[in-house]
């Protein structure tokens, strides 16, 4: 199917640092959007579809030490590619509005920095699994790389156990905050920035008027 020719509703993506409070946000827009009466898809990365879980979990699951960066990198574009022939293309279609809690972005600055792997192999993964889908809008909610390990910190004093991704360090935080704010300024169109460090509801609603241009 040609992406381009289908009929489109609008695909915004959020995006951030673990403890952003990417998803409170996603969450809220959600409901704002079915308030005014639209259909909206909510989906999350890795996950998103029952096939998504399962790899969810592999990538998750911190007794997978032996995982290598390539393997984790195609299992999270397996997880994607799924989700958009699944879930997103057909919402699309429908001309809905889908929010997605993460998606290439996060495999761009997680894996194609953070881990080293390189923008281009990320990028020929994505032309591959997205076919050719790009986010409308991309919602960046900015927190610094030292209150986002403090966060996942403290939400791991209250979990059962902490899963492989919050045992990062400090430093590879700081490398995807980079990222993220190289992206940004490369994409001023697509990617906005939010302030994460503001009160919830100043955030909802520097998210509304960038989303409510698009919608
Ligand atoms: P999750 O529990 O969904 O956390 P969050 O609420 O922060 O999104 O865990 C997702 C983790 O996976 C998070 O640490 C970021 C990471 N990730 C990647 O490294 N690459 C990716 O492509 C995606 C989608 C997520």
Redesign the pocket.
């Known amino acids: 199917m040609n992406v381009r020719m289908a009929k489109r509703g609008a695909f915004i993506t959020f995006e951030?640092?673990?403890?952003?409070g990417?998803?409170t946000q996603l969450r809220r827009l959600a409901a704002r959007l079915r308030g005014r009466g639209r259909t909206v898809v909510e989906t999350?990365?890795?996950?998103g579809t029952p096939i998504g879980v399962q790899i969810?979990r592999v990538?998750?699951d911190s007794a997978n030490r032996e995982l290598c960066p390539n393997a984790?990198l195609l299992l999270?574009f397996a997880?994607?590619a799924q989700n958009v022939d699944q879930c997103i293309l057909p919402a699309l279609e429908r001309g809905e509005i889908v929010l997605a809690?993460?998606?290439?972005d996060?495999?761009l600055v997680?894996?194609g920095y953070?881990r080293g792997l390189g923008s281009e192999n990320v990028l020929a993964l994505d032309r591959i699994a997205c076919r050719g889908l790009k986010p409308d809008l991309t919602l960046l909610v900015d927190i610094d790389a030292a209150t986002s390990l403090e966060r996942a910190h403290a939400r791991n004093a209250a979990a059962v156990s902490r899963?492989r991704?919050?045992e990062q360090s400090l430093e590879f935080h700081r490398t995807v905050y980079e990222a993220y704010h190289r992206l940004a300024a490369r994409e001023p169109e697509r990617v906005k920035l939010v302030d994460g460090a503001a009160d919830m509801d100043a955030i909802e609603r520097a998210v509304w008027e960038l989303v409510s241009a698009h919608v």
């Open positions: 951030g640092m673990d403890g952003s990417k998803t999350a990365e890795p996950g969810r990538l998750l984790e999270y997880s994607r809690d993460r998606f290439t996060s495999s997680y894996q953070g899963d991704m919050d």
